[in-house]
């Protein structure tokens, strides 16, 4: 439980996201072009942090389903971006495998089949902003 | 040096449970010209009041320093016990040792301390305090309304029943507003325009209302009591007081192409008009911006067509400047933009419209003559989804963050109409959270869902998608079922959220009465002052001040009334006796002040001054005590410090920063 | 003087507030309970306009080691304006404090409003803390008032 | 007679710093005035005239003079404690010695201050002969010799050497303490320097300049001369002549609120402010006129009518240099003269 | 000088004026004194030479309350102090001829010693009809010829222009003396770290003796009655005690005159201890200047100051920390 208080945090200092700040309206998951594939869906990841149930998004189908096209954080009325919590999940979850920042340059070397496409997505889609 | 009591409340346990008070009573005890320290578990009782009174006079006190809550608070309760004891109430002061000290820290020891520190300033302040005496100014019995919705008429009739001469000034063509532009009114179902005309009527026959429509406030000045304004009464193009009312004109009217504001834009009126049937006064507007004879110089069949010869195109804007007592402002409200709400394609497709354009669409005498159809083909539609939310209770910057609080009532509304008149058409709601607080609201929205089945859904739509085939696809969630819902509609309808009418700031810069980061004019306090702005004499009435729904609106209107009339009652106000003062002897008249005064209180004198036995002319400030509102940003200005301010002098507040900083 | 008060700094601050809205948001952090250091004593002024930067030099010369002035937020000043003179007069003083080597931390203004309570306090935890990062005005106290 | 060498002075200044604080010359931002000396300081004895006289080192430019300190409602007074250090202030010149002279008749005549008293009783003056007189120095007029100074040590810097007479006890006593850094000599050199002095004196503009007619049997006819009338128009009433002025004694007396007592100093005045002798009723003073007069009158009249003729200018030239609107007392005795002539 | 004492003479004689206020021969060479003449005689006395640098507009706030117009002789940056009081009704423009004197530039005698001159006894070269290019200065240990800038005062080597603001009529040349930029030196304060800005003020301002020199020749400073001499203010301060003058007096005094000073350098010139005053009044312009667009004081008698007008996007006193170098 501890370890997922401290998780949350980490998820929220690399977000930069205050889940408390959600207000449910669902609007995230009403625009998710992957809702379909996803287990824990968009709106839920933002409970899922606020209630500090960490352990089941890191297992989470959800995390490799999103596209990182941050529709949900350009619609988002109350500027939650779950899209970026749910990105900040799968640094986490990289990161515990010791695979740390990485920056757009490296990443053509260290390409490594075992690196999930939708963290490179996620990445190039931050880094192009 | 004064001879100063200091009295110290616990407030309960307010204050007492983190503040020492027996330590503050010892402590101002030892301080220079303190004669008299005690305290009371509640100085502001009856009790406790009573015991300032005695002090004063069994201790003959100077001054007085209560050691209590915010002066905001109770100023006024101690200044006026203090005065039935005798003793001038400008020479008390507050330490405010509960909001600034006692609740806001923990430890008894520094809270103690700072209290501590806050009385001795007080008593520094007292010291220096001298008796002022409230002058008095006269009250013109006279109220002017601006705006003239629901709310600027139910102020003006109520202000015109008690007996006022009231004027409305509103800015379109017909008294009104946004009520006159609803079809059905909810929770009752009534016909808005069948409750609405007669109160213009009314409004319009009165003997104590005069209404200045298709007309601006100008400018203000004065205070209260007595305000001078200028309004603007813009130029109409037809003779009031010659037109019938008989419609020719607008009929004749070659050019039918304008944008019909009335309804939203949906469909088009000549350039001469009146904005709808019922209106008030029932005088067309030559719309010059539209106009051709304006536009080009050639037409001028209205004026042709006028049998009462009322249409003068040469008529000009005319400055009316009348003074009133006290000022109510009613000025509405609007829908928001909705030009940044891309996913909900309303700039793309016709079909996505806003709730006030439904009820346009809705009302027989809308574009649609009340038949309830597609704008883009005309066809009636079977699926209906309306969006709760559209700008509401958003953190980002393209909506507002409040909650609009009407729209789920009107939603609600809206879809039982519908159900009703049209049982085939399939009505969906998407909400985040349904609000009804309200007599008989939520008994309404229930049966809404129960008798009309209407298709509530929790959750927010993510887009809407215009199809080829002239369907919208709308997509949300459902976050009940866990599910993402994809819906075909024919028509959308967005619950935008709305905003105070645009021309409110500026006007509340006219009237140096205070609005929100939101554009809503502020209350002098949220729950005890809401119908009052800060701003002595300045009152609000409906949306104006935040959103309300008409009961509401029409309750405020009339508390804004009595507040208005109340004023209107008295012959003389007494004045903030804490205003600027010159001292002609250091005063060396190099204007500096008056280039700062917000209120124009500061003029120049040429006056024979003895200055410590040389006599000379001297120019120098001269404050009108009843125009200055004490902000004191000529004491700043003036480089010799000849301009003071009476009850925070400078040597005032010096003393303050030295017992602070002792 | 106990010696005690060597070690531990306690600074003096001298917050002006103007009585519409930054006082009143100051009463609204004290009725929400909204905490803030005890060092910050405030003086109600009736605007941000009256504050006179002699006062402000005054309570630098007594010994305070912040001072912190609070005013309507611009547009909204209940004299209309006010506090704009005010944000002159201030960016000017301030600057020539910077200029003649007083640390700029230890001056701000800040617009709160009355509703802004949350603002009010956050404002006074943060102008605290930079001023104990700051520590003790030994550049402009007068000599005499040094102890 | 003594000497050293110019080089070895800083050891000079160490050593009497060592026993005794040392008030001398030092150039700070390009202004040379009398400072406590300290290792760092930058000594400098080649500017002929110091702004201010030596005048602070006796009588400062405030000082105070109790502390009123509050416990509960009761007030304790402490009282400044009076110098009670020898200290040794060096290179003041023939001027600023006798400035100190008119000072002592104003204070350690009945009332004796006693905060001056002490600070005269412990003071040693170590005076120097001004090398090159300059041309708005005319303390010939008053009878000094700037090539022999008073003091309790007179000295001459003479090229490299700096000569070192003892006149009095104090000086005896301070010599001794320094005399391993001394070395004895013969007068030839000094006396050639006093010569060569005193043939610039003979040439400097004001040498010249006389002050028969002024005494203190003129008060009437020099009062109400109407030459006050135009002589005024220029002055600033600033404080500048007054400050610099090393035998200007007025002083007010004032209260400080330091927070934690109040402190009652007293401060050099200035009979060219407005507010100078106010009271409550007003000012006796009440036109720049009046108060430019009193300064000249007091200098030129009043003063050596109460002191045996002894006027309170020592011809140092300070305000010659230093007004703003150069006015200055020759010019004023210059005006005299001049109407006189016609 | 002499066209300047004949057109005087002549104004004199018409009635046109009743005194002439202008500048009187010292009696060393570079002391002339501000004068009022008030006929012929007097003006053989006139003196207008590279040593008039005194500023005679303050003068005439006095001079409005006389009988009849009074002549003064403003250089071109006396003007803009004249023009600055007219702007505050401190004088009377109607008892005014003003005569616009040329200017190659004031000296500063203490800056002539500076060279290494004592006991001066005469300066050459200072004429208005001079080229002003060399000074010859003849002291008593030695004749010494130096040239004109390095004896001018350290107004004129940024002077603002040799155009006059307001007068009737103009005499005499001027000649360009700016060599310098007017706000380099308050930039290299500016560039200094906060403790070395701190070292440099308070080194500088220990010298002061609150003498109020600098006060009372500033045409800004026209209070009848200073703040720092009323008891109303509890401000009144004569001392020269530790840490108070180099602080409060002279940020005050500054801040007083803020949007009013015209730089006309007087507080330095007069300054007995020369400390450089001028670099206050300098950094409240050049922040005016950067901060609420480029003002002059007493350039334009219709112009808002910078201290009693605002516009709504003014920027916040936070810029103060972020433009700050230290």
Redesign the interface.
């Known amino acids: 439980m501890k370890s997922e208080k401290k998780q949350a945090e980490k998820i929220k200092e690399i977000s930069g996201v205050n889940p408390l700040k959600c207000m449910k309206c669902g609007k995230c998951s009403a625009t998710c072009p992957s809702f379909a594939e996803m287990d824990i869906k968009p709106h839920q990841f933002v409970s899922y942090v606020q209630n500090e149930e960490i352990e089941e998004l890191t297992k989470s189908v959800s995390l490799w389903k999103c596209l990182s096209c941050f529709a949900c954080v350009e619609r988002c009325p109350r500027d939650v971006k779950p899209g970026k919590i749910i990105d900040a999940v799968r640094q986490l979850v990289e990161r515990e495998k010791d695979g740390d920042y990485l920056s757009p340059n490296e990443i053509p070397e260290l390409l490594d089949p075992e690196i999930p496409q939708q963290l490179l997505v996620s990445a190039f889609r931050r880094y192009r902003r | 040096m004064q001879r100063i009591g200091v009295f110290v409340c616990h407030c309960g346990s307010n204050i007492a449970a983190t503040v020492d008070v027996k330590k503050v009573v010892e402590m101002a005890m030892c301080e220079p010209g303190v004669v008299h320290a005690e305290d009371y578990p509640y100085m502001c009782s009856e009790a406790g009041q009573a015991k300032i009174q005695a002090a004063i006079k069994e201790k003959n006190l100077g001054g007085v320093v209560v050691c209590s809550c915010s002066p905001r608070m109770h100023e006024n309760t101690f200044r006026k016990a203090a005065e039935k004891a005798g003793l001038n109430p400008y020479m008390v002061e507050i330490a405010n040792i509960r909001e600034h000290c006692s609740w806001i820290h923990k430890n008894m020891e520094e809270a103690t301390e700072k209290a501590v520190i806050l009385m001795k300033a007080a008593v520094a302040k007292v010291n220096l305090n001298t008796p002022l005496q409230a002058g008095e100014s006269r009250v013109t019995k006279r109220a002017l309304v601006i705006g003239g919705g629901i709310a600027g008429i139910q102020t003006a009739l109520d202000i015109a029943e008690a007996g006022y001469p009231v004027d409305i000034v509103e800015k379109t063509p017909s008294i009104g507003g946004r009520m006159s532009q609803l079809d059905k009114t909810f929770p009752t179902l009534d016909c808005s325009a069948c409750i609405l005309t007669p109160k213009m009527v009314e409004a319009n026959a009165h003997p104590n209302i005069n209404i200045y429509t298709y007309s601006e406030v100008e400018k203000v000045s004065g205070f209260v009591g007595d305000f001078t304004v200028d309004i603007r009464k813009k130029a109409r193009s037809v003779d009031m007081s010659k037109c019938t009312g008989c419609g020719v004109c607008q009929e004749k009217c070659p050019n039918k192409k304008t944008p019909n504001e009335f309804n939203r834009g949906l469909n088009n009126r000549s350039a001469i008009y009146t904005p709808f049937a019922q209106a008030i006064p029932n005088v067309p507007v030559i719309d010059r911006e539209h106009c051709t004879k304006f536009l080009t110089g050639k037409c001028g069949i209205c004026a042709k067509v006028c049998q009462a010869g009322a249409v003068d195109y040469e008529q000009q804007d005319e400055i009316i400047t009348e003074k009133y007592g006290a000022i109510v402002v009613a000025t509405g409200f609007n829908m928001i933009n909705l030009d940044k709400y891309d996913e909900y394609a309303y700039s793309q497709s016709k079909d996505v419209i806003t709730s006030l354009e439904l009820e346009r669409i809705m009302n027989a005498a809308g574009p649609t003559k009340g038949h309830l159809e597609r704008l883009s083909d005309g066809k009636a539609p079977k699926e209906m989804v309306f969006i709760q939310c559209v700008g509401s209770r958003c953190a980002d910057k393209r909506g507002k963050s409040y909650c609009s609080k009407i729209c789920c009532m009107y939603t609600a509304k809206h879809a039982m109409l519908i159900r009703d008149k049209y049982p085939d058409v399939n009505v969906t709601v998407f909400y985040i959270d349904v609000r009804t607080p309200g007599k008989n609201f939520d008994e309404f929205y229930r049966r809404a869902v129960e008798e009309y089945g209407v298709n509530y859904i929790k959750g927010q739509v993510g887009k809407v998608i215009p199809q080829p085939d002239g369907k919208l696809l709308v997509q949300g969630s459902d976050l009940l079922s866990n599910k993402q819902i994809l819906k075909e509609a024919d028509m959308v309808v967005l619950a935008a959220a709305i905003e105070p009418e645009p021309g409110v700031r500026n006007i509340a810069t006219m009237l140096t009465a205070s609005i929100d980061t939101n554009d809503f004019l502020t209350e002098a306090h949220a729950k005890l002052r809401p119908v009052e702005s800060p701003t002595a004499g300045i009152f609000l009435s409906g949306v104006c001040q935040g959103p309300k729904d008409i009961p509401e609106t029409v309750s405020q209107a009339g508390a804004a009334a009595v507040k208005a009339i109340g004023l209107l009652a008295k012959d003389k106000l007494t004045t903030n006796p804490c205003t600027a003062k010159a001292?002609e002897?250091?005063?060396?008249?190099?204007?500096?002040c008056a280039?700062?005064c917000p209120y124009g209180a500061i003029s120049?004198e040429t006056k024979l001054i003895n200055?410590h036995g040389v006599r000379?002319d001297r120019?120098v400030a001269v404050v009108n005590s009843a125009l200055c509102q004490g902000c004191g940003a000529c004491t700043v200005?003036c480089?010799?410090?000849?301009m003071?301010l009476q009850g925070f002098s400078?040597?005032q507040i010096?003393?303050e920063v030295d017992a602070i900083c002792r | 003087m106990s010696i005690n008060n060597n070690s531990e700094f306690k600074p003096k601050i001298v917050a002006f507030c103007c009585n519409w809205c930054s006082y009143a948001g100051a009463d609204l952090a004290g009725s929400s309970r909204l905490t803030y250091p005890a060092d910050v004593k405030i003086i109600r002024v009736p605007c941000s306009c009256r504050v006179n930067?002699?006062f402000i030099?005054?309570a630098?010369?007594k010994g305070a080691d912040g001072v912190i002035l609070c005013g309507c937020h611009?547009?909204d000043c209940h004299y209309t304006?006010g506090n704009?003179?005010a944000?002159?007069?201030?960016?000017?003083?301030?600057?020539?404090?910077?200029?003649?080597?007083?640390?700029?931390?230890r001056?701000?203004?800040e617009w709160v409003s009355a509703a802004e309570g949350v603002k009010f306090s956050a404002t006074m935890n943060s102008f605290v803390e930079k001023i104990y990062s700051l520590g003790k005005n030994v550049?402009?106290?007068?000599?005499?008032c040094k102890n | 007679m003594k000497k050293i060498a110019k080089e070895a002075l800083p050891m000079l200044y160490k050593k009497i710093a060592e026993a005794k604080e040392l008030i001398i010359p030092v150039k700070?931002?390009?202004?040379t005035?009398y400072k406590v000396w300290t290792e760092d300081a930058e000594v400098d004895l080649d500017t002929?005239k110091t702004?201010?006289s030596a005048k602070d080192a006796f009588f400062p430019?405030?000082e105070t003079l109790y502390t009123v300190k509050k416990e509960d409602k009761k007030l304790h007074i402490e009282p400044e404690a009076l110098k009670n250090q020898e200290f040794v202030v060096f290179g003041m010149k023939a001027c600023d010695v006798q400035g100190v002279a008119v000072l002592d008749k104003v204070f350690l005549v009945d009332p004796v201050d006693s905060f001056y008293a002490a600070r005269r009783e412990h003071g040693i003056i170590v005076s120097m002969a001004c090398h090159?007189?300059?041309?708005?120095c005319f303390c010939k007029a008053f009878g000094l010799d700037a090539a022999a100074p008073a003091g309790d040590v007179v000295t001459w810097m003479v090229g490299d050497e700096l000569y070192w007479n003892p006149v009095t006890k104090k000086g005896e006593d301070l010599t001794a303490m320094v005399a391993e850094l001394l070395t004895d000599a013969d007068e030839k050199a000094v006396e050639a320097e006093k010569e060569s002095i005193k043939k610039?004196v003979e040439?400097?503009?004001y040498s010249n300049l006389s002050l028969e007619g002024w005494n203190g049997s003129v008060l009437d006819e020099k009062f109400n001369s109407p030459i006050w009338e135009?002589l005024f128009?220029?002055c600033?009433?600033?404080?500048?002549c007054?400050?610099?002025c090393p035998t200007c004694q007025c002083y007010?007396i004032?209260d400080?609120d330091t927070g934690h007592g109040v402190q009652r100093?007293r401060?050099?005045?200035?009979c060219m402010?407005?507010?100078f002798t106010m009271m409550a009723h007003g000012n006796n003073r009440n036109s720049q006129m009046q108060r430019f007069r009193q300064r000249f009158m007091h200098k030129l009249v009043y003063f050596p009518a109460n002191n045996d003729g002894m006027y309170s200018c020592v011809g140092c030239g300070r305000c010659?240099e230093?007004c703003?609107?150069?006015?200055n007392i020759?010019?004023v005795i210059?005006a005299f003269e001049k109407k006189e002539e016609k | 000088m002499q066209e300047l004492i004949t057109r005087a003479k002549e104004l004199l004689a018409d009635g046109t004026v009743a005194r002439v206020l202008g500048w009187k021969a010292?009696?060393?060479e570079y002391?002339?004194?501000?004068?009022?003449f008030t006929n012929e005689k007097e003006l053989e006395e006139f003196v207008y030479n590279g040593f008039c640098g005194?500023n005679l507009s303050k003068?005439m706030i006095e001079a409005s309350?006389l009988e009849g117009k009074t002549l003064i002789c403003l250089k071109p940056c006396d003007s803009y102090s004249f023009q600055q009081l007219m702007k505050?009704?401190?004088i009377d423009r109607e008892k005014a001829y003003i005569i616009g004197v040329g200017c190659k530039g004031k000296l500063d005698i203490d800056r002539i010693k500076a060279n290494g001159l004592?006991?001066?006894?005469g300066v050459t070269g200072a004429e208005l009809t001079d080229d002003c290019e060399e000074l010859c200065v003849t002291?008593?240990?030695g004749d010494k010829k130096i040239p004109y800038a390095d004896g001018m005062l350290e107004r004129c080597s940024v002077c603002k222009g040799k155009e006059h603001m307001i007068c009737d009529e103009q005499i005499g040349e001027s000649k360009d003396t700016k060599t310098g930029e007017r706000f380099a030196k308050?930039a290299a304060?500016?560039e200094?770290s906060?403790?070395?800005?701190?070292?440099?003020?308070?080194?500088?301002l220990?010298?002061c003796?609150?003498?109020?020199?600098c006060?009372?020749?500033c045409p800004a400073?026209?209070?009848?009655?200073?703040?720092f001499?009323?008891t109303?203010?509890?401000?009144?301060q004569?001392?020269?005690?530790?840490?108070?003058e180099e602080?409060?007096f002279h940020?005050?005094r500054?801040?007083?005159?803020?949007g009013r000073c015209t730089d006309c350098g007087?507080c330095s010139?007069?300054c007995?201890?020369?400390?450089p005053l001028h670099l206050?009044n300098r950094?409240?312009i050049k922040?005016?200047n950067e901060?609420?667009g480029e003002y002059q004081a007493g350039a334009d008698i219709e112009a808002?100051?910078?201290?009693?007008?605002?516009?709504?996007e003014?920027?916040?006193?936070?810029?103060?920390?972020e433009?700050?170098k230290?």
């Open positions: 001292d002897l250091m005063c060396n008249g190099c204007s500096q280039n700062v120049y200055d000379e120019r200005t480089p010799s410090g000849a003071d400078n040597r010096l003393a | 930067p002699m030099l005054r630098f010369e611009p547009g304006s704009f003179y944000r002159r007069r201030m960016t000017l003083l301030f600057s020539m404090l910077d200029y003649i080597g007083v640390e700029n931390g001056t701000r203004v550049r402009l106290e007068d000599l005499r | 700070v931002c390009g202004q005035n002929l702004v201010k430019q405030s090159e007189p300059e041309e708005t610039i040439k400097l503009p135009t128009k220029p600033l009433a600033c404080g500048t007054t400050f610099v007010d004032k400080y100093y401060c050099w005045d200035s402010y407005s507010d010659v230093k703003p609107s150069s006015l020759v010019k210059k | 010292g009696d060393l002391n002339p004194q501000p004068a009022f005194a003068y309350k505050e009704h401190r004592k006991g001066v006894t002291t008593l240990y308050v304060v500016e200094m906060s403790a070395e800005k701190f070292a440099f003020f308070q080194k500088e220990s010298k003796i609150r003498c109020n020199a006060r009372n020749v400073c026209s209070c009848r009655k200073c703040v001499d009323s109303k203010f509890d401000s009144a004569k001392a020269n005690v530790d840490s108070f602080k409060m940020i005050i500054a801040f007083h005159v803020a007087e010139r007069v007995p201890q020369g400390i206050f950094k409240f922040d005016i901060l609420y808002k100051a910078p201290l009693t007008s605002y516009v709504f003014d920027v916040e006193p936070s810029v103060v920390a433009r700050s230290s």
